[in-house]
């Protein structure tokens, strides 16, 4: 049996960040880190495109949990402690620069994952800490006051846990057999599958600024929208995915939303094109592109108007003109499944906030078990919040550890 004060179970982001302040705060502390599979990091490298999406530059606590559906409440008090800020001078000071990008994500200067992997194998190096690869945990169980963990390679045995495995439902089935309570996990960050004429053929056009809604719902959110060879994707459709995980879960991915790609009324759309009927009468509709729609989606939105292409402005009367108003500012798309968001899967899901201290990250089941990143039942949109959850509890958790 392999013993040691403290043993990490997950070699992923949250895992590689409490080993490194575990060790720094007590170069004494027998730290070691349990990977399931060849190599850890694995979500680091794919993050972003591969850039590593290190956190948002949003540096307001009460700003920063509003990107969370499920523990914006409890993230709060976390957040004062340790967050944005912290996460870029956390990484500054070991050589490793970040900057922000227009839309606030915020990267490497690398530009490259493996820079914060790199960074991550270093120091973990440097201070002592264990990684154990191929771990594969079959069991843990607690036994005088020691934690006894037995792996696909061995036993190891720990006076403290830290669970940092993600979305591993071997490890909750584990937890709930120990008392905790699991939320059922379903997926968060996933784009839309859409059949629709007017999406067809056009792959790759962005709406920099829309409203959609899910009908029968109070799902609604803002942002840019990309039209996709299967449907919809980009913030607005991810934001509307991450807090509507459950909601659409129940739905079974298959539902309506409806879209406002000039974030006008109705009626003021209406007045618009009123104007325009006059100031373009000559001109045919099919070719006047106008609230600064890309062209090939205006094409698109004018044909499913009932309009031909040779169709002009001074031509339209009241029923067309209602109708373009219509596909502008309240277009219905039929949802019929879901695609993942690139590699970055996210799952709601996971252990209970109710059973965990906010203040340590520790169970409040299982005395000295820690948690961190996507075990509890916490997510957030795409940008980095993710992330930034991660390393906040990744931190508290190894203070408390140490400090216990």
């Not at 409490?18 to 060790?23: D, E, F, G, R, V």
Request: net charge neutral; aromatic share 10%.
């Amino acid at each position: 049996m392999i013993e040691k004060d403290v043993i990490i179970i997950g070699g992923g982001a949250a895992g590689f960040f409490a080993a490194i302040n575990m060790a720094e705060q007590n170069p004494n502390l027998k730290v070691a880190i349990l990977e399931r599979g060849k190599e850890g990091l694995t979500k680091v490298r794919v993050s972003g495109g591969g850039r590593c999406n290190v956190t948002h530059a949003e540096f307001m606590p009460k700003e920063l949990v509003r990107n969370y559906p499920r523990g914006e409440k409890e993230l709060l008090g976390p957040f004062h402690k340790f967050m944005t800020g912290d996460t870029i001078e956390w990484f500054e000071k070991r050589g490793v620069e970040l900057k922000i990008e227009e839309d606030g994500r915020m990267f490497p200067v690398s530009n490259s994952s493996q820079t914060i992997i790199d960074c991550f194998l270093s120091e973990a190096k440097n201070h002592g800490v264990e990684v154990l690869y191929s771990q594969a945990v079959k069991s843990f169980k607690k036994e005088k006051g020691t934690f006894l963990i037995k792996t696909s390679q061995g036993l190891f045995s720990a006076s403290k846990i830290l669970l940092a495995t993600g979305s591993n439902p071997k490890i909750w089935n584990l937890l709930e057999a120990l008392g905790h309570t699991i939320s059922q996990p379903v997926p968060s960050l996933f784009t839309f599958n859409i059949d629709d004429d007017r999406l067809k053929d056009i792959p790759g056009v962005v709406v920099k600024d829309v409203e959609v809604h899910v009908i029968n719902s109070d799902l609604q959110s803002e942002g840019p929208l990309l039209i996709t060879h299967w449907g919809l994707s980009a913030p607005s459709i991810l934001k509307l995915s991450a807090f509507g995980a459950i909601e659409l879960f129940k739905r079974d991915y298959k539902f309506e939303i409806q879209i406002n790609f000039i974030r006008h009324t109705l009626f003021d759309c209406l007045e618009i094109l009123k104007g325009l009927k006059q100031e373009l009468a000559k001109k045919t509709v099919f070719k006047s592109t106008q609230f600064n729609l890309p062209k090939r989606l205006w094409h698109k939105l004018v044909l499913a108007s009932g309009f031909n292409q040779n169709t002009r402005w001074a031509d339209l009367n009241k029923e067309q003109l209602e109708a373009l108003a219509s596909q502008l500012t309240q277009a219905v798309f039929k949802v019929n499944g879901k695609s993942t968001f690139k590699e970055e899967f996210v799952t709601a899901g996971g252990v209970d906030l109710k059973e965990v201290n906010f203040k340590t990250f520790e169970s409040k089941v299982i005395p000295n078990l820690y948690f961190a990143g996507e075990v509890l039942n916490i997510d957030a949109v795409t940008g980095g919040f993710n992330f930034q959850n991660a390393w906040t509890g990744a931190f508290i958790a190894a203070h408390s550890i140490v400090n216990k």
